[in-house]
């Protein structure tokens, strides 16, 4: 029965585990929920989605992530945990006390989650970038002592062929990689999830708002977009007052990306 459990979780790791399905759904759903929120649903969501093109989706949840640090760092957590329990099950969680082993380790520990902490730098600050580094390697620990206990069998291997190295686990050691498995999952599947459609919902546009010349008949006058895309010297972007997709010329960025109510406060 163990041997099966075992074998069991490394499949899973294998295919990337809940955080790899919970990833897919959002970047398939939190999109369209965000576009169709902020510019009112409807014909005005297809309008929208076919003038950006559904391979252009991304883009949203890439403006998204970039502009919301919670959500941006959750993701980065997440991420860098599903990309080690790939290459975990695939028998990159070295064992054994030679240089080599002892360099892979500390190269496979550090360079994915310093990856993460660095682009979070980048977009949201220090502090968060930090706060990504040590969650990112707190949160892969629990894989590390599963694997060389051998309760998770590396490739062509038995739960039990933890090599010579291998000890049992202190109570204490079980304990903490417990906390981190269920930590882990509340992070991916609850805390992640919440946190990506409260953002979809939050009334923030996912692009650049700009302020710009649209033609209105034999007139222009200026009004508020959400950019959709640039074309020449001009923009074709969601017409706020307008409801409608338009050209824009002479825009002029806006600081503000509120365009509409949050959903709890509609």
């Known amino acids: 029965m163990a041997e099966g459990t075992a074998d069991g979780r490394a499949e899973l790791d294998r295919k990337g585990g809940p955080g790899h399905t919970v990833l897919l759904a959002l970047l398939a759903a939190v999109p369209l929920v965000k576009i169709a929120w ?4 409807g014909s005005h969501t ?9 391979p252009n989706l991304g883009e949203v949840l890439v403006g998204m992530v970039t502009t ?6 959750l993701v980065a957590v997440v991420t860098s945990r599903v990309v080690f ?3 975990a099950a695939r028998g990159a969680v070295p064992r054994g006390r030679s240089v080599g082993a002892v360099a892979r380790t500390v190269a496979l520990t550090l360079v994915n989650p310093l990856a993460m902490g660095v682009l979070c730098w980048v977009f949201y600050g220090p502090w968060w ?6 969650a990112s390697l707190a949160l892969r620990q629990g894989l590390v002592q599963e694997y060389r206990a051998g309760r998770r069998p590396r490739p062509h291997g038995r739960p039990h062929d933890a090599g010579p190295a291998a000890v049992p686990a202190a109570p204490w050691r079980l304990r903490l990689v417990a906390a981190e498995q269920w930590t882990a999952l509340l992070l991916t599947v609850l805390v992640l999830p919440v946190t990506a459609f409260a953002a979809a919902l939050d009334g923030l546009a996912w692009d650049t708002v700009l302020r710009c010349e649209v033609a209105a008949g034999a007139h222009s006058e200026q009004s ?7 074309v020449g010297n001009g923009v074709v ?15 002029v960025k806006e600081e503000s990306l509120r365009v509409r109510p949050a959903w709890w406060n509609s």
């Open 38 to 41: 902020t510019v009112g649903g």
């Open 46 to 54: 297809r309008e929208v989605v076919s003038t950006l093109g559904v």
């Open 68 to 73: 919301r640090p919670l959500l941006g760092s």
């Open 85 to 87: 329990a790939l290459f």
């Open 129 to 134: 970038g930090l706060g990504v580094l040590l």
């Open 224 to 230: 508020r977009l959400i950019e959709l895309r640039r």
């Open 237 to 251: 972007g969601w017409d706020l007052h307008a409801r409608e997709v338009v050209n824009g010329l002479a825009c």
